[in-house]
């Protein structure tokens, strides 16, 4: 039976967004499309995406023609700021003193005035960076919003889905204004999540208060793994939690079926896509690689690791291949189309996926892995990630701070998985059409009371924050 009801969908990401993140939403728009939904989606505009943002033009053919998709631009004060410093700054400098804040060699010195606009930019970005990048986003889709409903009138039920989280704070303004019932998705931790820079304490103190609101005044809240679903629940109390539901994270298994494997011949790859970034550091693997190799347990000519994507790490892979020996063994490659990106999935021999740092997030390459039939080697703390590794039954897990000789153990033991024909991954297990149509059940539910509730929520007492990550990067 079909549903005749009105969604408004707040993404920051969304097509041709690129990030991964993108895709859990696209998922659940086409499922509330499929089952007669009338959906509109609030959406950043590419206009003005952040330098270095992946676009995906491809995915846009993917959201149903009929849904109303509403690209807003952020305002962004600082970019200004920045092409002036940059600006005055090389105006009349040479290539020896661009770039420098003080001094260079010929003795020329940054304006007092320009240091002083420099420092007062970064802390305004300090200001503008609650609660994250997209900030400037914030009051353009409020806007818009505002007056989608004015025109249109109020949806049944309000979905927001994050990071970024600028987002959340978007669908907190506009469903007090509809006095609608709202789904707030956490695809991540939050403000307790570690590896955060909080050099400002005062930016730490406002994201703290406004998760607090959010939790307090969403009328649910979707997590993607138990063990974030069961922190927030710990932290905020039982009362919350009541509000809390578990919707796994997944992938479109049909994005697989259209290609075929294409193996380098005479070659093992063992292929990670993604970007390296924070914690997420693939240095143990290139260990347990020279060390194999320095043994004779892998053959140079044949073995290759393939590293697909974008390394914001401060650590220098090729540099660090050079010094280990295995710089002809290590294969560095730029992020490619995640058309070609799924394509590598499926044609190499097996697939390393590296998730340090945390017991209960798990990056959504990993269910693209799954999706892809390779098996996978996980360099992973014990915690979710390695759970779901076990549960498909395709892989082995090897924790980052293992001695080396484990991790090596670990890499042979992949090689000889992968000359054996493996079987699939449960569908549940990565397929995110299931969860999609659980999510749209969900707001089903929420559609019929179409009021919302209302209330804030204190943390319990004598919580303080845990560990946690975030999802995997764009």
């Known amino acids: ?42 959406t950043g505009s590419p206009r003005t995406y952040l330098p270095d943002t992946p676009v995906e033009a491809s995915l846009a053919r993917l959201v149903p023609p009929d849904v109303r998709v509403i690209a807003v631009r952020a305002f962004r004060p600082l970019s200004t700021i920045e092409r002036l410093i940059r600006g005055r700054t090389r105006k009349g400098s040479t290539s020896e003193d661009r770039g420098n804040a003080g001094s260079s060699a010929t003795g020329r010195r940054r304006p007092a005035w320009l240091t002083g606009l420099a420092r007062v930019k970064d802390f305004i970005d ?13 009051a353009p889709a409020a806007l818009r919003g505002l007056m989608q409903m004015v025109a249109n009138g109020r949806p049944d039920v309000i979905y927001s889905s994050a990071p970024p989280w600028s987002g959340q704070t978007v669908a907190w303004i506009l469903a007090a204004l509809a006095g609608r019932p709202w789904v707030a998705d956490f ?26 609101r959010v939790v307090g005044r969403a009328d649910g809240i979707l997590f993607v ?3 974030n679903l069961d922190e927030f629940a710990a932290f905020y109390g039982s009362a919350a939690a009541r509000r809390f539901h578990l919707v796994p994270n997944g992938c479109d298994p049909t994005e697989f079926e259209t290609l075929t494997p294409k193996p ?14 924070g914690p997420r550091n693939p240095l143990p693997i290139l260990r347990g690689v020279a060390s194999a190799v320095s043994r004779g347990a892998l053959d140079p000519d044949t073995f290759r690791l393939r590293l697909l994507g974008t390394n914001s790490l401060a650590l220098d892979l090729a540099a660090e ?12 490659m730029p992020r490619a189309s995640r058309a070609e990106t799924l394509q590598q999935m499926m044609s190499a021999s097996a697939l390393l996926l590296v998730q340090t740092n945390t017991t209960v997030s798990i990056p959504g390459k990993a269910y693209e892995y799954l999706a892809a039939r390779r098996p996978v080697l996980a360099l992973s703390e014990e915690g979710e990630t390695a759970e779901l590794v076990r549960a498909s039954g395709l892989g082995v897990v090897v924790r980052p701070d293992e001695p080396i000789a484990a991790i090596e153990a670990a890499l042979l033991e992949i090689v000889a998985l ?25 707001l089903v539910e929420f559609a019929r009371c179409r009021r919302r509730r209302s209330g804030v929520v204190q943390p319990v007492e004598g919580n303080r924050p845990v560990a946690a990550t975030e999802e995997s990067r764009r």
């Open 1 to 42: 039976m079909k549903v005749s009801a009105r969604a408004l969908v707040i993404a920051y990401d969304f097509p041709p967004h690129g990030a991964i993140g993108t895709m859990r939403t696209l998922r659940l728009v086409r499922q509330l499309h499929a089952e007669g939904w009338t959906v509109t989606v609030l």
């Open 264 to 277: 380098s011949p005479g070659k093992f790859v063992l292929l990670h896509a993604g970007t390296f970034y």
């Open 225 to 227: 793994t138990r063990a």
């Open 187 to 212: 695809r991540d931790p939050w403000a307790r999540a570690p590896g955060r820079d909080w050099r400002l304490p005062f930016r730490q103190r406002a994201v703290e208060r406004i998760e607090r």
């Open 126 to 138: 300090g200001m503008l960076a609650i609660p994250d990048n997209e900030s400037g986003w914030i």
């Open 321 to 332: 291949s050079r010094r280990l020996g295995i710089e002809h063994i290590v294969e560095i």
């Open 418 to 442: 992968a000359g054996h024909p493996v079987s699939p991954a449960a569908p549940e297990l990565f397929d995110g059409r299931v969860h999609a149509a659980t999510t749209e059940r969900l």
